[in-house]
């Protein structure tokens, strides 16, 4: 890391809040706390806003990878700006650990390379919005939305081993419209369509037509059998579960499904799908991307706080916890500046590591809450992809998902792969490239990278001849279309940190999911968690607040 900056002594030097870490979940209490009338000091030792939550150039995200998959040693610990006799607390250095392993960066051509600071890659991705998902909602309520302005994403497929695109039809006129279902499939795809609204309908109505909703065994039982029981065929009852209800694992295989959705949830996602659709005059479908990238969700969180009068700081590390040493109740942080700043509360990221202190003639005083601040999960990773080309997937379309369900690239393959592809209208990368996002749950680094590996060969033409330049993309002998050739590549496995409230308080990692609605309740609920008096982000009537639909910005 690059040798910290000389910074002026920070003022105040007491805090409600201490906020370690500029990732979304940790922005978002910022911004939160500071609109509830906290006083917050947010700190980050990067030079740039967002962590695991991201958008870097080339340069910038080489580096933020190799630093975050290695084991770093504290600062040496300056003096500190209270005199150590004087003191009621003592420094517990503070460490972390690695958040990423089997970083593989590989480079066919000098093209991006050359362009590095014109792409925005997410850490984070493949992620996009739902328009009426609860991250939409915040960002309304919040008024984060004024800083912010996005695009619809075009379209939604479903891929098989051979790269071919078959169209996820995400409303009646795009049912009819559809040309690769047949005239029976489109008839039955309607009348399961058809029956969810009903559902849904009668379960918003106060007279609750009982003929209308869906049983309650049938909502209990496995979504899978439901989709049996109304006779779907195998590739209607794919698209249902792995497009659009977005299950992870084989929901087919009881032994190696870890998430079985049932019918109800699987519904509530159908209806988060439907009314996502038209929410927004201008939105094409469903879903929505931010320009210039997703980490711009975190800067416009940190831009509200900081006019709630929260204080910011970068390139400024943490290196040492100063606990009180009769109670052993932190009582603030180190900085790498020597100065020590006191808060009432501390949050910070998930790649710390809180020392346990040194205290033998008082083994209780320090709450063993504190010992360890976040979990991971030894059982889960998420393996990421990230692919740079110089031709679209698609042609004709630039902004898209689409996903591998289950079993579809080889046998062996128990999990579904997402992927978004994003173009350079949406300022994530040079004009005439594309950036292609994947991901997938996985067991360990292994199997995650094995997963990957078999999506991307069956997308790109992969380079042999080491000048991809002699041909950006190849006939497939199994498609009519042309498959680009892949110009850079990073694969990298992510740890699955879960967020918790302690004496220090910690925040969760980037999890699996296409869309943020688990990771920002977890946030809701850990702010609550800390303040329990406090309305997360109260109503007022200021000019500033955007809460309608018309204070989202959405280019056509």
């Known amino acids: 890391?690059?040798?910290?900056?000389?910074?002026?002594?920070?003022?105040?030097?007491?805090?409600?809040?201490?906020?370690?870490?500029?990732?979304?979940?940790?922005?978002?209490?910022?911004?939160?706390?500071?609109?509830?009338?906290?006083?917050?000091?947010?700190?980050?030792?990067?030079?740039?806003?967002?962590?695991?939550?991201?958008?870097?150039?080339?340069?910038?995200?080489?580096?933020?990878?190799?630093?975050?998959?290695?084991?770093?040693?504290?600062?040496?610990?300056?003096?500190?700006?209270?005199?150590?006799?004087?003191?009621?607390?003592?420094?517990?250095?503070?460490?972390?650990?690695?958040?990423?392993?089997?970083?593989?960066?590989?480079?066919?051509?000098?093209?991006?390379?050359?362009?590095?600071?014109?792409?925005?890659?997410?850490?984070?991705?493949?992620?996009?919005?739902?328009?009426?998902?609860?991250?939409?909602?915040?960002?309304?309520?919040?008024?984060?939305?004024?800083?912010?302005?996005?695009?619809?994403?075009?379209?939604?497929?479903?891929?098989?081993?051979?790269?071919?695109?078959?169209?996820?039809?995400?409303?009646?006129?795009?049912?009819?419209?559809?040309?690769?279902?047949?005239?029976?499939?489109?008839?039955?795809?309607?009348?399961?369509?058809?029956?969810?609204?009903?559902?849904?309908?009668?379960?918003?109505?106060?007279?609750?037509?009982?003929?209308?909703?869906?049983?309650?065994?049938?909502?209990?039982?496995?979504?899978?059998?439901?989709?049996?029981?109304?006779?779907?065929?195998?590739?209607?009852?794919?698209?249902?579960?792995?497009?659009?209800?977005?299950?992870?694992?084989?929901?087919?295989?009881?032994?190696?499904?870890?998430?079985?959705?049932?019918?109800?949830?699987?519904?509530?996602?159908?209806?988060?799908y439907h009314s996502s659709v038209g929410r927004f005059p201008n939105a094409l479908g469903a879903l929505i991307y931010p320009i210039y990238g997703q980490g711009e969700l975190t800067q416009a969180f940190c831009r509200r706080a900081a006019v709630k009068g929260c204080i910011y700081v970068l390139r400024m590390p943490v290196i040492a916890l100063l606990m009180e040493k009769e109670s052993g109740h932190c009582k603030g942080v180190r900085l790498a500046s020597g100065q020590d700043i006191f808060s009432q509360k501390l949050l910070v990221d998930p790649s710390f590591i809180v020392p346990v202190p040194v205290a033998p003639s008082q083994p209780d005083c320090m709450p063993e809450s504190s010992q360890v601040i976040n979990l991971v999960d030894a059982k889960q990773k998420v393996a990421r992809g990230i692919c740079i080309m110089k031709s679209s997937l698609k042609p004709d379309v630039s902004n898209f998902v689409f996903v591998y369900p289950p079993r579809s690239l080889y046998p062996e393959q128990v999990m579904a792969i997402r992927a978004v592809q994003i173009g350079s209208n949406l300022g994530v990368c040079p004009s005439g490239m594309f950036v292609l996002y994947l991901s997938t749950l996985c067991n360990d680094a292994t199997q995650g990278k094995e997963l990957l590996q078999a999506a991307i060969k069956s997308l790109f033409m992969l380079p042999v001849s080491g000048n991809p330049e002699n041909s950006s993309s190849v006939h497939s002998e199994n498609m009519e279309e042309v498959k680009p050739t892949l110009l850079w590549s990073a694969l990298y496995t992510q740890e699955l940190v879960m967020g918790s409230f302690e004496s220090i308080s910690s925040t969760s990692m980037p999890d699996g999911n296409l869309n943020y609605n688990v990771l920002l309740d977890a946030t809701v609920k850990l702010f609550h968690q800390m303040y329990p008096q406090e309305e997360f982000f109260p109503e007022t009537t200021s000019p500033e607040n955007f809460e309608d639909d018309d204070g989202l910005s959405l280019e056509s």
């Open 1 to 272: 890391m690059d040798e910290t900056p000389s910074y002026p002594p920070i003022e105040p030097t007491d805090f409600d809040l201490i906020v370690v870490g500029t990732g979304l979940p940790q922005s978002v209490i910022a911004a939160a706390a500071s609109s509830a009338g906290k006083s917050v000091l947010h700190l980050d030792s990067n030079s740039f806003y967002g962590s695991h939550f991201s958008s870097l150039n080339l340069d910038e995200f080489s580096s933020f990878l190799t630093s975050q998959s290695a084991v770093h040693s504290s600062h040496p610990n300056p003096p500190s700006s209270v005199a150590a006799d004087a003191a009621e607390y003592v420094a517990l250095d503070l460490k972390t650990r690695p958040m990423y392993s089997d970083v593989e960066i590989t480079s066919h051509s000098s093209d991006p390379l050359e362009h590095s600071r014109k792409f925005n890659l997410d850490v984070s991705g493949p992620r996009v919005l739902f328009c009426a998902d609860a991250a939409v909602d915040l960002m309304l309520k919040s008024g984060a939305s004024q800083y912010l302005e996005f695009k619809s994403i075009d379209a939604s497929f479903v891929c098989d081993a051979d790269g071919r695109f078959s169209t996820v039809p995400d409303s009646r006129a795009a049912i009819f419209k559809d040309r690769s279902l047949s005239l029976t499939e489109k008839n039955q795809l309607m009348r399961f369509f058809k029956l969810i609204q009903g559902h849904l309908a009668a379960s918003d109505e106060a007279e609750n037509d009982s003929n209308a909703r869906i049983s309650e065994d049938d909502l209990e039982s496995p979504f899978v059998e439901f989709l049996n029981k109304m006779r779907l065929p195998p590739k209607i009852k794919s698209m249902i579960l792995y497009a659009l209800a977005m299950a992870d694992y084989d929901q087919d295989s009881i032994e190696v499904c870890k998430d079985g959705l049932n019918t109800k949830i699987g519904i509530d996602r159908l209806a988060l």
